[in-house]
Nanobody, 123 residues
Framework: QVQLVESGGGLVQAGGSQRLSCVAS????????MGWYRQAPGKQRELVAI???????NYADSVRGRFTISRDNARNTVSLQMDSLKPEDTAVYYC?????????????????WGQGTQVTVSS
């Protein structure tokens, strides 16, 4: 069973910084695209940033220039450095990954989500 476990998050003042990390664990053959999504109260989940295995990145317009996504392919981790945080960045942040793994000795490719971590930016 593949799992994504996030760390980081919490309360920060506007203008501050936070770093989120996520590690994929289990019997993993390859981790493909990895990304971060967020969901604010009463809103739909939205893409924040995504990074491919060859380190191409894409960002939501609302965070471009303030957030930086990175990954370590050897450790199956993805991180999100968030700078110049704004109150509107307040949300639950979810790690997401496309993973080729092994379950019961069979190869299985699937999309996985972390459990989510709360980021609260106070004004």
């Amino acid at each position: 069973q593949v799992q994504l476990v996030e760390s980081g998050g919490g309360l920060v003042q506007a203008g501050g910084s936070q770093r989120l990390s996520c590690v994929a664990s289990g019997v993993i053959l390859r981790v493909n695209d990895m990304g971060w999504y967020r969901q604010a109260p009463g809103k739909q989940r939205e893409l924040v940033a995504i990074i491919t295995t060859n380190l191409r990145t894409n960002y939501a317009d609302s965070v471009r220039g303030r957030f930086t996504i990175s990954r370590d392919n050897a450790r199956n981790t993805v991180s999100l450095q968030m700078d110049s945080l704004k109150p509107e960045d307040t949300a639950v942040y979810y790690c997401n990954a496309d993973v080729d793994g092994m379950i019961n000795w069979a190869r299985k490719s699937d999309n996985y989500w972390g459990q989510g971590t709360q980021v609260t930016v106070s004004s």
